[in-house]
């Protein structure tokens, strides 16, 4: 299995941009779908962006985020544009082998990565 870790959180202020990666150590990478998942305290884990194995197809629940990969590099990226406080969370990597953008859900994916924390604070 593919083991992944997370980086590019921190601390900005309200209207800055963030862009995470998610890193994907091992075999087969490119046979996952990948999806960015946040969760902030009490409250439930949710979706934030996912891409398809293969087709290229992406889904995000705002049009502020933006979701990429760099299969050379075993490395999917999370653009977070405009930021506001209520986007403060830990960010979530996870895979799923021979997955579609369009179901982009947490319980639909197999394996996480540690995540990462997004704070938007003045």
């Known amino acids: 299995q593919v083991h992944l870790v997370e980086s590019g959180g921190g601390l900005v202020q309200p209207g800055e941009s963030l862009r995470l990666s998610c890193a994907g150590f091992?075999?087969?990478?490119?046979?996952?779908?990948v999806g960015w998942f946040r969760q902030a305290p009490g409250k439930e884990r949710e979706a934030v962006s996912c891409?398809?194995?293969?087709?290229g197809q992406t889904y995000s629940v705002n049009a502020r985020f933006t979701i990429s990969r760099h299969n050379a590099n075993k490395t999917v990226s999370l653009q977070l544009n405009v930021l506001n406080p209520e986007d403060t969370a830990v960010y979530y990597c996870?895979?799923?082998?021979?997955?579609?953008?369009?179901?982009?859900?947490?319980?639909?994916?197999?394996?996480w990565g540690q995540g990462t924390q997004v704070t938007v604070s003045s």
């Open positions: 891409i398809s194995t293969s087709d």
């Open positions: 091992g075999p087969r990478f490119d046979d996952y779908a």
């Open positions: 996870a895979v799923r082998l021979w997955g579609s953008a369009k179901v982009c859900y947490p319980e639909a994916y197999d394996t």
